[in-house]
């Protein structure tokens, strides 16, 4: 005899094997609700996917159709190069670009 949990299930009268049957169906109908989530999850993640590989491919249609220049390729940052963070600096980084040594300005005024 199924006995089935309502909001004034009073658990007090129940017997043990009773208890346990009620948990037992609660678990495997949680397991098979798990069970469809994680399916729709997955359809939505490949929908997403290619909603956004749609929406890339759209948006350079759109770039090259109103002939707009393509969008830039940046190089990576060298701030968290370690020469940089190690605080020591080698003769390059030390050394002034050509042309920029002082020179006297006397010598052109007088």
């Not at 129940?14 to 948990?23: E, F, H, I, M, P």
């Not at 098979?32 to 948006?59: D, F, G, P």
Request: net charge positive; aromatic share 2%.
């Amino acid at each position: 005899m199924e006995t089935a949990i309502t909001p004034n299930t009073d658990f007090e009268h129940l017997g043990l094997q009773q208890k346990v049957n009620l948990l037992h169906d609660l678990v495997k109908n949680q397991q098979e609700t798990i069970k469809k989530q994680s399916r729709q999850i997955n359809e939505l993640v490949r929908v997403n996917q290619r909603i956004l590989k749609e929406n890339s491919t759209l948006k350079s249609e759109i770039r090259r159709l109103k002939e707009l220049k393509r969008k830039p390729k940046f190089r990576p940052s060298k701030i968290n190069d370690d020469d940089i963070n190690s605080g020591t600096s080698n003769s390059k980084n030390n050394s002034k670009r050509p042309g920029s040594e002082k020179r006297s300005k006397r010598k052109t005024i007088i």
